[in-house]
């Protein structure tokens, strides 16, 4: 026999009654019922009930090991009676009696336990991860994790996409986010990066003459946490492909997509083709870029009935350019104003003067806003809206990007306040038309909206033609339930539209041949037309596992501050380490504690 198991704690079953077997796991629960004792013996594959009896030559070290220790168990599997079958348990239906016992590995006490669920604080969860692990959720999350990515992986080979791996230690690159920096201890005075996302080293792979790549890309980027974002790294399926259209990109991704979604979920998924939604028209309706479509509200701009109105406050800002959303309540008219109230209280929350609103009735429409607005105006909200008698609609007035924003919170707000998001879906679209450059009203300049290797719409004709502020990209994004899984474009390909492009940017050709000369040259050299995309794959388990924070569905996460708890990094190195590195710190003097004043005697 094996020196530690015949079995795992998940195998045995009624077939198995009469075998003498030897398991090992981790000591899940202890239970004393006076002659006999019970314990619950874990492993990953499962639990198994171990029992002694108090004559048992076993007995003494099961009765005094702790929870958690790892043993090994000898003994014979027999039925349990049919009064004390465990239905909830794939070996519910037998147990082992323990003849020979052995601690391998004995527990200390433990800082929280492992047995039942919990609400514990996350710092202690991450400094004791390994024992967090061990709990029945955070492990299913982490198992999910794997599954998903081998299905992806698998799924991606089907296709005929080759993986790849692209550097780990290279050149600092503007993505949008603050970098990883690795000192050179060859190179004085020299850093590498770490990869903000594999976005260069994908398109050398296409010019190099491969056709379709794919990796799970551990990917790096210095940012602030959030429920979806790690605040180090993150894993992504990076994919590119040659000789590609944008809809060449959405026909490969869309199978893997809703592939994954349908095999780990029970859940409705949206089927493919997924919608497209312009970035103009999501603005608009929903008030963001990434719309959850399991909100059926849809935002309306009614700009046109408050322009010259009675409603002084909102006329002036449509005077002054701004515009008027309009945000659905259906069903709402019967609300009691508390509803109205606390709305207006949340809307102030978030920074907005509040939100106005009318409650459209039979017998006359009300609400602070009705009475400013005659007849004609109040139905022609009715039909610019599409609402009757016994709805409400909120308003968010502003200049047209603070006004969307607050819409579309608003939106999201008022559909969970009427019950409207639909449950046990999965909803996935494709945003696309991003424009490729915008104003920055603080530099007072015209900048990249967001991938600067987009390819325009309309080529080098369109940069030379168009005012900048209308042309769009071939850029594209995969949203569900509300959350972005992925940007992708079809890349620029063309020396001469990339340097143009930068140019309207504000980056002269000299500083685009010093900052992107290995990509340029290389396009020089004939770069096929190609595109593609980077689902998040802690986006895609985080939405299946059903939890609202990216931390439950990472092995080792750091907290929200950027440490890892557990191992204790960020950590100081020695001077020799520095020494190596030709570094010299500069770290800002802490700032001394206030003590507080002591209250003065009477």
Not at 51 to 70: I, K, P
Not at 296 to 314: C, K, M
Not at 333 to 341: A, Q, T, V, W
Request: charged content about 25%.
């Amino acid at each position: 026999m094996h020196p530690y198991r015949s079995h795992t704690c998940g195998a045995l079953r009624p077939s198995d009654v009469g075998q003498t077997v030897r398991l090992s796991g981790w000591v899940h629960r202890k239970r004393d019922h006076g002659q006999l004792l019970f314990i619950d013996l874990r492993d990953h594959y499962g639990i198994t009930q171990c029992v002694a009896e108090t004559d048992s030559a076993a007995f003494a070290g099961m009765d005094s090991v702790r929870a958690e220790s790892v043993v090994c168990i000898n003994g014979k599997v027999v039925a349990r009676s049919p009064e004390t079958v465990n239905a909830q348990l794939p070996t519910g239906a037998i147990e082992i009696r323990v003849e020979s016992f052995e601690v391998l590995g004995a527990a200390e006490e433990l800082p929280f336990p492992v047995f039942g669920d919990h609400d514990l604080p996350e710092d202690m969860r991450l400094r004791y991860r390994y024992l967090d692990l061990r709990r029945e959720g955070p492990h299913r999350n982490i198992m999910l994790r794997a599954k998903v990515i081998q299905s992806l992986r698998r799924r991606m080979v089907d296709q005929g996409f080759t993986e790849f791996q692209t550097p780990i230690l290279t050149a600092s690159s503007p993505e949008g986010a603050r970098d990883f920096l690795v000192p050179s201890r060859i190179h004085p005075g020299k850093f590498y990066a770490l990869p903000q996302a594999p976005q260069q080293f994908k398109q050398l792979i296409m010019v190099a003459g491969f056709d379709r790549y794919f990796q799970i890309a551990p990917c790096f980027r210095d940012e602030d946490a959030r429920a979806d974002r790690s605040p180090g790294e993150f894993y992504q399926l990076d994919l590119e492909m040659s000789f590609v259209t944008q809809d060449d990109v959405f026909a490969a991704v869309e199978p893997v997509i809703h592939g994954v979604f349908t095999e780990f979920s029970d859940k409705t998924v949206t089927d493919a083709p997924f919608p497209r939604i312009p970035f103009a028209e999501s603005m608009l309706k929903y008030g963001n870029d990434k719309p959850d479509l399991r909100n059926p509200l849809v935002i309306t701009d009614v700009t046109e009935a408050f322009r010259g109105s009675a409603f002084g406050l909102f006329a002036r800002a449509v005077e002054a350019g701004g515009v008027v959303r309009a945000i659905p309540a259906p069903g709402a008219g019967d609300r009691p104003r508390s509803f109205f109230d606390k709305l207006n209280d949340w809307a102030r929350g978030e920074g907005a003067g509040g939100l106005g609103y009318v409650v459209f009735a039979a017998d006359g429409d009300r609400g602070p806003i009705a009475k400013n607005l005659g007849a004609e105006r109040l139905a022609q909200l009715r039909e610019l809206t599409g609402l009757k008698d016994g709805d409400a609609v909120f308003f968010a007035a502003d200049k047209a990007p603070k006004a969307a924003r607050l819409a579309g919170l608003a939106r999201t707000k008022i559909g969970e306040e009427l019950g409207l998001i639909e449950q046990g879906t999965f909803r996935l679209c494709w945003i696309v038309d991003f424009p490729m450059f915008e104003w920055d009203e603080d530099e007072k300049k015209v900048i990249f909206s967001h991938n600067p290797f987009s390819m325009p719409q309309g080529g080098l004709e369109a940069l030379e033609t168009q005012d900048p502020l209308t042309i769009n990209a071939y850029q594209y994004d995969i949203v569900c339930n509300g959350v972005e899984l992925s940007s992708g474009a079809i890349r620029n390909h063309r020396p001469d539209v990339m340097i143009k492009a930068f140019d309207i940017a504000g980056y002269p050709q000299s500083e685009v041949e010093a900052r992107f000369g290995g990509m340029l040259n290389a396009f020089r050299y004939g770069a096929p037309p190609h595109g593609g995309i980077a689902p998040g794959v802690d986006r895609i388990v985080m939405l299946l596992a059903d939890e609202p924070n990216i931390r439950e569905v990472t092995l080792f996460p750091m907290n929200q501050k950027a440490q890892d708890l557990m191992m204790q990094a960020p950590a100081e190195v020695s001077n020799k380490q520095l020494r190596e590195l030709h570094i010299r710190l500069a770290v800002p003097e802490a700032k001394p504690e206030q003590k507080p004043v002591p209250p003065k005697a009477d």
